[in-house]
């Protein structure tokens, strides 16, 4: 079992930076997946990007690659992103996520959400 828990949104001017954390539960949090979703109102949810276990891995949507940048401590149980030059249209409720599977980038494949954390980015 995981718990997770997102910190660190906020509001944010159009080219500005902010860094979401994920605190995660649980002893075996190392050998999970993690990934980051959001979910702006009136879409669906949608993958940000995502890190394996190791961390060898990481993917990133293509609307967030060159900007974002995911990240893990296994020591401290965590996954952090970093979010730079940060859009409007990256407004959204963001969410962590946990799988015991491989690194995909659809929410079935994940067994494990927290609450989220909203991101606002004004123009």
């Known amino acids: 079992q995981v718990q997770l828990v997102e910190s660190g949104g906020g509001l944010v001017q159009a080219g500005g930076s902010l860094r979401l954390s994920c605190a995660a539960s649980?002893?075996?949090?190392?050998?999970?997946?993690m990934a980051w979703f959001r979910q702006a109102p009136g879409k669906e949810r949608e993958f940000v990007a995502g890190?394996?276990?190791?961390?060898?891995?990481?993917d990133y949507a293509d609307s967030v690659k060159g900007r974002f940048t995911i990240s893990r401590d296994n020591a401290k149980n965590a996954v952090l992103l970093q979010m730079n030059s940060l859009k409007p249209e990256d407004t959204a409720v963001y969410y962590c996520?946990?799988?015991?599977?491989?690194?995909?980038?659809?929410?079935?494949?994940?067994?494990?959400w927290g609450q989220g954390t909203q991101v606002t980015v004004s123009s």
């Open positions: 649980g002893r075996t949090f190392r050998s999970y997946t």
């Open positions: 890190i394996n276990w190791s961390p060898s891995y990481t």
């Open positions: 996520a946990a799988t015991a599977s491989g690194l995909f980038r659809h929410t079935a494949q994940y067994d494990y």
